[in-house]
């Protein structure tokens, strides 16, 4: 029998009950389950970026609740474990900023942070995995991903949101030598047993995952299915993209004996509109200088394997990067290297070649008068400080420093956006609709 994936076009949260009705996506439920709400809810991002395209739509995840309650289900858990930093991103900030915290009081949820654990210590194969146990000891798990391109995998989709149910330390683990990532979340998608995927298509992001490296598009879909592999071969389809090109369900679907529903169309039932009626070819691989050159920025070079640099470690060069690129214009940076992640090695022995974290230090001990920023990851506002120190023009520099301080304290009290110029397509634009990520 052919996996069956519903792709419905978005009216309201009660497109998400229509989505799983096509797919007959409560089949297997019972109304005295535990079930677990895994959305995408991958950084806290109020008054540094959009959530459009980054986070699950609260529109969304309130559809699923209610299908959920009228179904019959009382015991309801939402789940995630979102980056970390200095800025103070964190789990529960981030249900906050999308007002979960009032979705979970409505509808008597629960919230769980799956950083915080406990969790419990998995082998899949060869691949030792530290999972939250919440994922683990549920009865029904509901997966509700964002319809996202991205540089590290292609497409980051139902498979690659499990990321999310992991340790701290599991997900900078994940990120090792060139390659290995795509293999290690194929075992990650053999531990955690999805019974439903709804993957949130209101918007799509494209150079993804998040706002920081992509720009949103109003894709307005929904498609849901009870088989993640199906599910995940047509959001790639609506992506513009082969799902072979995901390396990660390629390799899940060679070692299953399910190659066929990558390749073949027709091996998967779609119920609803067609993947024809909304599939547009995103671009997903990010390029800093897109950024730089829109600032007018010169004399700066990033060497980075994607797969290879933790979440932590991108965020913790790319958010202060983005601020220099936000709130200054036109400067030179001297010619400077940046260096970061594993399996990269560089051949400019000199000053302003910068090492960014132990991974790229312990890859280039060659590099002797290289520059090295500790950490692992490096602290943020160590590298915003050193960054800043990298502008040519000093009355740049304090010209930066006295924007920074006006945007921070906008930032805390959430007003605004980060000034980016990429950022301008979300101002006044009918297409994207706040009221999606309130309650």
């Avoid at 209610?66 to 979102?82: P, Q, S, W």
């Avoid at 995940?232 to 072979?244: E, F, H, I, N, Q």
């Avoid at 301080?405 to 930032?411: E, H, L, M, P």
Wanted: with cysteine; net charge positive.
């Amino acid at each position: 029998m052919k996996p069956v994936v519903s792709i419905v076009t978005y009216q309201d949260s009660s497109s998400v009950a229509r989505a799983i009705q096509l797919c007959d996506g409560f089949k297997s439920l019972r109304p005295t389950d535990k079930v677990i709400l895994k959305p995408n809810v991958v950084t806290s991002g109020a008054g540094f970026m959009p959530p459009f395209g980054t986070v699950t739509t609260t529109q969304v995840i309130e559809g699923m609740l209610r299908a959920l309650k009228d179904f019959g289900v009382h015991d309801i858990t939402i789940g995630e474990g979102t980056v970390t930093d200095e800025l103070g991103t964190n789990t529960m900030k981030g249900y906050k900023w999308i007002h979960l915290d009032k979705l979970a009081k409505r509808y008597g949820v629960k919230m769980v942070d799956f950083n915080a654990g406990p969790h419990r210590r998995v082998m899949s194969e060869d691949v030792p995995i530290n999972i939250a146990e919440a994922a683990l000891e549920t009865d029904f798990f509901i997966n509700l991903p964002v319809l996202k391109t991205h540089g590290d995998t292609r497409v980051s989709l139902a498979s690659k949101n499990l990321k999310g149910c992991m340790s701290m330390a599991s997900k900078k683990f994940f990120h090792g030598p060139a390659g290995i990532l795509h293999y290690r979340i194929s075992r990650l998608m053999e531990v955690i047993p999805q019974r439903l995927v709804v993957i949130d298509g209101i918007y799509a992001m494209e150079r993804g995952p998040e706002a920081t490296t992509g720009t949103a598009r109003r894709f307005g879909v929904l498609a849901a299915s009870t088989d993640f592999l199906a599910a995940d071969a047509v959001g790639a389809r609506l992506l513009g993209a082969k799902p072979t090109e995901a390396e990660h369900l390629k390799l899940y679907a060679e070692r299953n004996g399910r190659m066929d529903t990558l390749e073949d169309p027709d091996a998967i039932e779609v119920c609803g509109d067609r993947v024809e009626d909304h599939a547009k070819y995103l671009e997903w691989e990010y390029d800093f200088r897109v950024d730089l050159e829109a600032s007018g920025h010169t004399g700066l070079e990033i060497r980075r394997l994607t797969q290879t640099s933790c979440s932590g470690c991108g965020a913790n060069l790319r958010g202060p990067l983005l601020l220099l690129i936000a709130l200054s214009r036109s400067k030179d940076f001297n010619a400077l290297r940046i260096v970061q992640g594993k399996s990269l090695k560089d051949d400019r022995d000199s000053p302003r070649t910068l090492l960014f974290g132990n991974c790229a230090i312990k890859e280039n001990m060659h590099l002797t008068r290289a520059t090295r920023l500790e950490g692992c990851p490096p602290k943020f506002f160590d590298s915003l400080r050193f960054l800043s120190k990298q502008m040519t023009s000093p009355v740049g520099r304090v010209a930066f420093y006295v924007r920074l301080a006006a945007y921070f304290v906008k930032a805390t009290l959430g007003i605004g956006l980060l000034p980016l110029p990429r950022f301008a397509i979300y101002r006044k634009n009918p297409d994207f609709d706040i009221r999606h990520f309130t309650v």
